[in-house]
């Protein structure tokens, strides 16, 4: 392979670029390389040098500085696909042509760099290619046995703003020029490339490029922001630290405190470009150090939303159209983008089947009016639009390969510190996956459908949405599938949990003794082909598992169940080629405390027992948070209705606006991390705005209040 200075040529059908690596001297004259230029043509994508420029050129060109290549903390992926590569000796061809250990030596001096190997439908397939023996004469035999014995036509991708594979990529093509297989460039700026190749393998040609991050984020980083400085602020806050702006503990779970933690943009406006890349729109600032948001593994955002496409940004909106999530090689970092906005994440039908949806607002009150959006398995395939939303469209574009996973809200959302909470609990001490972990807890005990998006290959259990951690790694499961994982209530489930009517007048202040939470992490069985249970049966061997662990209890209401399902389909594909699949399933029994014959529920995240089960019924995860009732300390009044809801709507700040969508009451007991020595009442209520149109939503959303619910 030569090392030897070199003037490379690289040009495309559609733009002529020159890239000069040579040693030392003063910088080329723009004249220079316009004189470098005139002397090609491009001819059907192909290169063909029509003279040999002349000896002062080569002189005063070969005597520019070398330009230093930027580190590359992450090894390089070779991607390939297409036409002659769905044969696997053409593959394996490929990997004998090219000597893979002294390339990275030669472009990488100082460091050990691995370089992995990817199909482009199936994801990785080789850790490192510099395990494979550089042998040519077997890539030649392995040519001819897959019937190119003269080789085949490579369209080669290039890309110049990048300078370190743009150089490994030439010499790689010195290599498999030599089996005889042609090589034609084709260049495209790097946040676009999996793009073109979409579109290349599409027509069925053979094509193959490099890529990488330029780092990866920080291992167990997260940063967020806020949209508007009302409550969100402080559920922004509560996200990372489990406080309000003023630090008062709201939530006791919360992200882990040995991360890197920050809450950007506090005292900022318009701060739409710190969601956007550079690549896309003016001004992009998304890699900014201080406040872009991608600069970390992690990414929250709390904001007002609706319609879909936008959502506040502190006096403006941002869209996703001006977005490049983990742009690699552009400076993004960023593997994990969670929103807690209304709609942003809407997929399906305006309406779900069977249900009476308000024309013009996607959350009214539950008088006769059901939320928009709130069944994701309904959508049909078709285009983006009010009735039916396509989050593949809009969501889709905006991922970049090593991009792990985007999750948001399909529906209306609440934003309150009980769904943070739930969520860091469900992480921190149920056991559950991320994605898990986040649909489960901002869906919290309301109406809201959170989902999670991410792309792969076509084995959807090798994708991020079965990432059991956190992790900065890239997403290198492929690109060739979209993934969107959701939640459905079982038929015996419903959206909201009865209330008790009946309040009584006094009702005691209850001392508990701490008991120790229960964990039991089982073994994940990923979606296998085979038939589903049926829901009660999921229910009975849940019940099952608790009498043998000895858990059961003597009070609970009727046992809830929920599925995660998802939908996967090719990223070129059709709506017939759309799957949906079921990931797992949660039984959740909730306490009820018996007080002199009445049954009042229990609130929050303890009085628990909760059975997460693979498809088959084995036990994935279980807890069981249930304090020990130990003695009534006072009797005391309870509020009543009227009095609670008054006081509630109070803390809206704005009770104009807003009028009662559903609530709530009963005991509240924590998650079992949480010391707790007594059991008092608490009513929540949620609120929607009365303006039943867009900009009523937007000034407005929906909240919830949560208000003690005891006088001593």
């Known amino acids: 392979m030569s090392g030897k200075r070199s003037l490379v040529l690289v040009l495309t059908l559609s733009l002529i670029l020159v890239t000069v690596a040579v040693q030392c001297g003063p910088t080329p004259t723009p004249e220079v390389i316009e004189k470098v230029v005139?002397?090609?043509?491009?001819?059907?994508?192909?290169?063909?040098?029509?003279?040999?420029?002349?000896?002062?050129?080569?002189?005063?060109?070969?005597?520019?500085?070398?330009?230093?290549?930027?580190?590359?903390?992450?090894?390089?992926?070779?991607?390939?696909?297409?036409?002659?590569?769905?044969?696997?000796?053409?593959?394996?061809?490929?990997?004998?042509?090219?000597?893979?250990?002294?390339?990275?030596?030669?472009?990488?001096?100082?460091?050990?760099?691995?370089?992995?190997?990817?199909?482009?439908?199936?994801?990785?397939?080789?850790?490192?290619?510099?395990?494979?023996?550089?042998?040519?004469?077997?890539?030649?035999?392995?040519?001819?046995?897959?019937?190119?014995?003269?080789?085949?036509?490579?369209?080669?991708?290039?890309?110049?703003?990048?300078?370190?594979?743009?150089?490994?990529?030439?010499?790689?093509?010195?290599?498999?020029?030599?089996?005889?297989?042609?090589?034609?460039?084709?260049?495209?700026?790097?946040?676009?490339?999996?793009?073109?190749?979409?579109?290349?393998?599409?027509?069925?040609?053979?094509?193959?490029?490099?890529?990488?991050?330029?780092?990866?984020?920080?291992?167990n980083t997260a940063i967020t922001a806020h949209g508007n400085t009302d409550w969100h602020i402080d559920t922004a806050e509560e996200f990372l630290f489990g406080t309000d702006m003023g630090g008062t503990t709201t939530a006791a779970n919360h992200c882990p405190a040995s991360w890197t933690r920050r809450h950007m943009n506090v005292g900022l406006s318009n701060t739409d470009h710190f969601y956007y890349d550079a690549d896309?729109?003016?001004?992009?600032?998304?890699?900014?150090?201080?406040?872009?948001?991608?600069?970390?593994?992690?990414?929250?955002?709390?904001?007002?939303?609706?319609?879909?496409?936008?959502?506040?940004?502190?006096?403006?909106?941002?869209?996703?159209?001006?977005?490049?999530?983990?742009?690699?090689?552009?400076?993004?970092?960023?593997r994990y983008y969670w929103q807690c906005s209304c709609t942003t994440f809407a997929h399906g039908p305006r309406c779900c089947p069977g249900m009476?949806?308000?024309?013009?607002?996607?959350?009214?009150?539950?008088?006769?009016?059901?939320?928009?959006?709130?069944?994701?398995?309904?959508?049909?395939?078709?285009?983006?639009?009010?009735?039916?939303?396509?989050?593949?469209?809009?969501?889709?574009?905006?991922?970049?390969?090593?991009?792990?996973?985007a999750c948001g809200s399909s529906t209306c959302a609440y934003c309150h510190e009980s769904q943070m909470n739930r969520i860091w609990n469900n992480y921190n001490n149920n056991g559950y996956d991320v994605a898990d972990s986040f649909i489960d807890g901002l869906r919290g005990s309301s109406g809201v459908v959170p989902l999670c998006i991410t792309m792969g290959g076509s084995d959807v259990t090798a994708t991020p949405l079965y990432d059991a951690t956190f992790t900065n790694q890239p997403n290198t499961s492929g690109t060739s599938y979209y993934h969107v994982q959701y939640?459905?209530?079982?038929?015996?489930?419903?959206?909201?949990?009865?209330?008790?009517?009946?309040?009584?007048?006094?009702?005691?202040?209850l001392a508990v003794r701490p008991v120790p939470p229960w964990y039991f992490h089982g073994e994940l069985e990923p979606i296998v082909e085979g038939p589903i249970l049926e829901e009660e049966e999921y229910i009975e061997r849940a019940r099952g598992f608790i009498e043998e662990q000895d858990w059961?209890?003597?009070?609970?209401?009727?046992?809830?169940?929920?599925?995660?399902?998802?939908e996967t389909t090719p990223v070129k594909g059709t709506r017939e080629e759309r799957q949906q699949l079921q990931k797992n399933v949660i039984v959740t029994f909730k306490r009820q405390i018996d007080v002199d014959g009445t049954l009042v529920n229990v609130l929050g995240e303890g009085g628990v027992m909760k059975v997460q089960m693979n498809n088959d019924g084995s036990v994935l995860n279980a807890s069981k948070v249930w304090r020990e009732i130990v003695d009534v300390e006072q009797e005391a009044r309870v509020k009543t209705y009227d009095e609670a809801y008054e006081e509630a709507l109070e803390q809206t700040q704005a009770p104009?606006?807003?009028?009662?969508?559903?609530w709530t009451w009963g005991y509240k007991e924590a998650a079992g991390n949480v010391e707790q020595t007594e059991l008092r009442i608490v009513f929540r209520f949620w609120f929607v705005p009365v303006e039943l149109n867009a900009e009523g939503l937007l000034e407005y959303p929906p909240q919830m209040v949560e208000i003690p619910g005891q006088l001593q």
């Open 38 to 219: 005139k002397e090609t043509v491009v001819v059907e994508k192909e290169v063909v040098v029509t003279s040999t420029p002349e000896p002062e050129v080569i002189e005063e060109v070969e005597a520019a500085p070398v330009r230093e290549a930027r580190p590359t903390p992450a090894p390089p992926v070779l991607v390939y696909g297409g036409g002659p590569f769905e044969d696997p000796r053409v593959q394996e061809a490929v990997l004998h042509a090219v000597p893979w250990k002294e390339l990275t030596e030669q472009i990488f001096p100082d460091r050990d760099v691995p370089v992995a190997v990817e199909l482009w439908e199936e994801g990785p397939m080789l850790d490192d290619a510099r395990e494979v023996p550089y042998d040519p004469d077997r890539a030649r035999e392995l040519l001819a046995e897959a019937g190119f014995p003269d080789g085949f036509v490579l369209l080669l991708l290039l890309t110049p703003d990048d300078e370190p594979l743009a150089d490994m990529t030439r010499l790689i093509a010195e290599e498999l020029q030599n089996v005889n297989i042609k090589v034609e460039f084709i260049e495209a700026l790097a946040h676009n490339t999996h793009y073109v190749v979409a579109e290349t393998i599409a027509i069925g040609d053979a094509v193959l490029w490099l890529r990488f991050c330029p780092s990866n984020p920080p291992l």
């Open 280 to 334: 896309l729109t003016t001004p992009g600032d998304d890699t900014d150090g201080t406040s872009g948001i991608e600069t970390a593994m992690l990414f929250f955002h709390a904001g007002h939303g609706f319609p879909p496409p936008e959502w506040d940004t502190l006096g403006n909106k941002a869209t996703q159209s001006n977005m490049s999530l983990g742009d690699c090689p552009g400076g993004g970092l960023l």
């Open 356 to 405: 009476n949806c308000h024309p013009t607002h996607p959350c009214p009150d539950t008088g006769g009016y059901d939320w928009w959006y709130q069944c994701p398995g309904d959508f049909d395939g078709s285009a983006d639009s009010v009735n039916m939303r396509n989050i593949y469209e809009r969501w889709g574009p905006v991922l970049n390969p090593p991009f792990r996973m």
């Open 487 to 509: 939640l459905e209530n079982f038929e015996s489930t419903p959206i909201w949990p009865e209330v008790i009517i009946h309040i009584p007048e006094l009702l005691p202040i």
């Open 552 to 566: 059961a209890e003597k009070n609970f209401a009727e046992p809830m169940g929920v599925r995660f399902l998802i």
């Open 656 to 662: 104009q606006a807003y009028e009662l969508d559903r």
